[in-house]
């Protein structure tokens, strides 16, 4: 193990730093999940969607029956498969994923600067009025990560 006495984390703690070894195994389903596609089921709940879902899986399914002379019931199941994930990408399309916004900008490192110089400050003269500063930044800077969201992420 290792400390770091200069690492900046707000804190009167310090920095260790110390060599972990791990094993990861990854599952079937771990790799599988990523592979499926996800559909809009929110649009479901619109009546015109919905309907318009429902008359494509009829009228696929009305052709499947007329063109069932399968025997073999694993060919039967995947025609209906793909029936079913057709008509939902015409009709629901795909769900997309969110986007996370970049949440650490200019001024967070503003933020951040002022933060490191009160410190600093604290530090060199650790006298009542520097130590109220520090709070006093500290608190700023909790309250403004807190509105952007950061310390939830």
């Known amino acids: 193990m290792q400390s770091f006495r200069g690492a900046d984390c707000d804190t009167d703690h310090y920095l260790m730093i110390a060599k972990v070894r791990e094993r990861l195994a990854v599952g079937k389903q771990a790799t599988q999940r990523f592979d499926r596609q996800r559909f809009n089921l929110r649009k479901l709940n619109e009546p015109e969607v919905r309907e318009q879902y429902q008359i494509k899986i009829t009228n696929r399914f009305a052709a499947l ?31 997309e994923f969110k986007q996370n916004k970049p949440w650490f900008d200019e001024e967070c490192l503003g933020f951040l600067d002022q933060r490191k110089q009160a410190k600093m400050q604290w530090i060199q003269d650790p006298s009542q009025s520097n130590v109220d500063n520090l709070n006093d930044v500290r608190r700023t800077v909790s309250r403004q990560e807190q509105k952007e969201g950061i310390s939830e992420s």
Do not use: F, Y
């Open 65 to 95: 029956e007329n063109l069932n002379d399968d025997k073999d019931v694993n060919r039967t199941w995947e025609n209906i498969q793909e029936n079913i994930q057709t008509s939902a990408k015409e009709s629901l399309g795909l769900n």
